[in-house]
């Protein structure tokens, strides 16, 4: 039986609060249970160096986790982030592009900022998911003050975590789940079904390529019930 008696093929009651922040472009609170995250889009009219005078413009991200969303009170990262977080932020970014035409974005960066309030387990998941909603609801104002001749954003794009705790394969972990894993999986798809990332581990336990397989199919169903919250509230 799960913590929150949950069949093993259903995710947490997934939330989303459109321009939940009043100042950014866009903004939205994501909410994977207990796992909240607030993602915010800004954009800027610059791009890194090796973008001057190509045209096209970027998507970057940074991510982190108030001290209290945890258990014990995590210290906050003000000189320099830890590999974790470096290597989510470089995930939500390039999540993030491969659904937007950065031609039609000019020469411009969009910042997603997804800042965890309340950690549970998923909070890099919940954030891509979070984080297309503040971009996409950010591209559309664009749009509408003429800023972009079309929207750049030509897909939905969503993630979501599972693994095999105790030999029974479940969808969208949560912390205590996530911590006892054999295996740990974390997918990153968009609407037409196309794979961005996959990442898993064998935390304790090899597994076989029908395993994969297996785990694939079950990330896919989590991942469009997710992308099935996002047309909720943005549509492209």
């Known amino acids: 039986m799960r913590p929150d ?30 796992t909240k995250v607030i993602c915010t889009a800004t954009v800027l009219e610059e791009v ?12 970057t991200a940074e991510y982190a986790m108030l001290p209290r969303s945890t258990l014990t009170r995590t210290k906050r990262e003000r000189q320099k ?15 993030l592009r491969c659904v937007v035409d950065t031609h039609v974005l000019g020469e411009r960066t969009i910042y997603i900022d997804c800042d965890v309030v309340c950690a549970d387990g998923g909070t890099r998941t919940a954030s891509i998911t979070g984080g297309f909603v503040a971009m996409a609801l950010a591209c559309q104002k664009m749009v509408q003050e003429g800023e972009f001749s079309k929207n750049p ?14 030999n029974q394969l479940l969808l969208d972990l ?26 898993a581990t064998a935390e304790k336990k090899a ?8 785990m694939l199919e ?16 943005v549509t492209l």
């Open 5 to 34: 008696n949950r069949a093993n093929d259903a995710h947490r009651i997934i939330k989303i609060i459109p321009n939940f922040m009043v100042y950014p472009e866009g903004s939205a609170l994501i909410e994977y249970g207990q």
């Open 48 to 59: 890194p160096p090796f973008l001057k005078n190509s045209g096209a413009g970027w998507i």
């Open 81 to 95: 982030v830890n590999g974790r977080t470096y290597e989510i932020q470089r995930l939500i970014g390039r999540s």
């Open 153 to 166: 954003v030509f897909d939905y794009v969503a993630a979501m975590s599972l693994g095999r705790v105790n």
């Open 174 to 199: 949560e912390y205590s789940e996530d911590v006892e894993a054999q295996v740990d999986m974390n997918v990153v798809m968009t609407a037409s079904q196309k794979i961005i990332e996959i990442q």
């Open 207 to 214: 597994f076989t390529q029908a395993e994969m397989n297996e």
């Open 218 to 233: 079950l990330g896919w169903k989590g991942v469009q019930s997710a992308i099935a919250m996002q047309r909720e509230v």
